[in-house]
């Protein structure tokens, strides 16, 4: 223990520093670009390559820390749903489905919005009953939950109280402390686990983004004990780190996943069914993930490319060729947003630093949750600001 947290604060200060390095290139990066029409793409792409480091950091640290306990071992057939229909009112959602759920499955649940999928994984797990069939679990099936409405969320709830005052999660005498996969840990610990810095342990969850609700409702999800875990729509609002490591902890996990999800790579990557609502109450099972259901789908249900669609004229499908030069428009975007990054800095650096005042969240709540809030869309913005100067410079460069 003495050694782990020895390593870990050595990470801590290695990756202080490297965020301040960061921030200073991308100060130098930004400054002057009015002034300096040629850049040194020499620090530019250097800049990408720390934010790469970093990146591979904050993963490796995810990989060590996030992980979900297969909990007891389910029996070998997991769900049995034997001619399972159900309708609201008038409306077919699906009719006469039967499947078999096995242990280790990763079944993934396609079709447009408003299809039926999520109904269909409820009645599969009996959260709700089918109007005809049966669903039978098979023995030792410990359930667990991500919700894509994040219901599971008090708004109201800060950080500390969602994981410490849940009763699946709480340790007896121990206000501190949450209950993860059977081992006590410090909330502030876990949460760090998680990408939350301290700060926002006393946060209310109606401040996160909703990239951030989504870690925490993992962070929850994950210190569970289950073997059969349904995910609906997981995969939205997450960062590229939170997404690809969740990649990796399903891919370990020992027990059974039901999937629901419209991102069409993280499918390919983690599925071994794909189970496709087809149409008037029509739901069929394809071995593999979305690739393969596309190919494995019969030719007159597959879409028509572009290029097996006939033209309504021969104008509409000429196209002209593009170019990579910058447009008036885009040339005076790229001379301002300097000036628009640097203000966003200094915001964030003035909210950081109300925020870091540990006294704020107690001696005017409304105040720190509205800073709070302001902080995370500025660290949003200021993201979305450097990538869009970066993309712009590199093209501007290459004329």
Avoid: C
């Avoid at 609906?232 to 039901?258: A, F, H, K, M, R």
């Avoid at 494995?296 to 170019?323: D, I, L, N």
């Avoid at 105040?367 to 995370?376: D, I, N, R, V, Y």
Wanted: charged share 30%; hydrophobic share 35%.
């Amino acid at each position: 223990e003495a050694w782990q947290e020895k390593t870990h604060a050595e990470e801590d200060l290695a990756r202080h520093k490297l965020n301040r390095k960061i921030k200073a290139e991308a100060r130098w990066a930004v400054e002057g670009i009015s002034a300096r029409r040629k850049r040194n793409q020499g620090r530019v792409r250097a800049l990408q390559a720390l934010r790469a480091e970093r990146a591979e950091q904050i993963d490796r640290k995810g990989t060590a820390q996030l992980a979900l306990d297969g909990g007891l071992a389910s029996g070998k057939r997991v769900i049995e749903a034997d001619s399972i229909s159900k309708s609201y009112g008038e409306k077919l959602i699906f009719k006469d489905v039967s499947m078999r759920v096995m242990r280790g499955d990763r079944i993934a649940f396609v079709g447009p919005n408003g299809v039926g999928k999520t109904t269909l994984v409820d009645v599969l797990t009996k959260q709700i009953p089918p109007d005809t069939g049966t669903v039978t679990f098979g023995t030792n099936v410990e359930l667990a939950v991500f919700d894509q409405a994040r219901a599971q969320l008090d708004p109201d709830a800060t950080l500390w109280e969602t994981l410490t005052q849940a009763p699946q999660t709480r340790v007896s005498g121990a206000a501190d402390q949450v209950m993860v996969r059977g081992t006590p840990r410090h909330v502030v610990s876990y949460l760090q686990d998680f990408l939350f810095d301290d700060t926002q342990a006393r946060a209310p969850v109606r401040s996160l983004s909703g990239g951030e609700k989504a870690r925490l409702l993992l962070a929850q999800l994950m210190a569970l004990p289950s073997n059969l875990l349904l995910l609906d729509e997981p995969t939205n609002d997450l960062d590229i780190e939170t997404l690809d490591l969740l990649q990796e902890v399903i891919g370990t996990y020992s027990g059974t996943v039901l999937l629901v999800s419209h991102d069409r790579d993280f499918i390919d990557r983690v599925a071994t069914q794909t189970v496709a609502f087809e149409g008037r109450g029509r739901v069929t099972v394809y071995a593999g993930g979305w690739t393969d259901y596309q190919s494995q789908r019969p030719e007159q249900e597959k879409p028509k490319s572009p290029a097996q669609q006939k033209p309504k004229s021969e104008k509409k499908a000429t196209t002209k060729p593009t170019s990579n030069a910058l447009s008036f428009t885009e040339r005076h975007r790229l001379e301002a947003l300097p000036d628009e990054i640097a203000r966003i800095e200094a915001e964030i650096a003035k909210l950081s630093d109300f925020l870091s005042n540990a006294d704020v969240y107690t001696a005017d709540p409304k105040k720190a949750e509205k800073a709070t809030e302001m902080l995370s869309e500025r660290q949003s913005k200021l993201q979305t600001l450097e990538t869009e100067w970066l993309e712009l410079e590199e093209r501007a460069s290459s004329e």
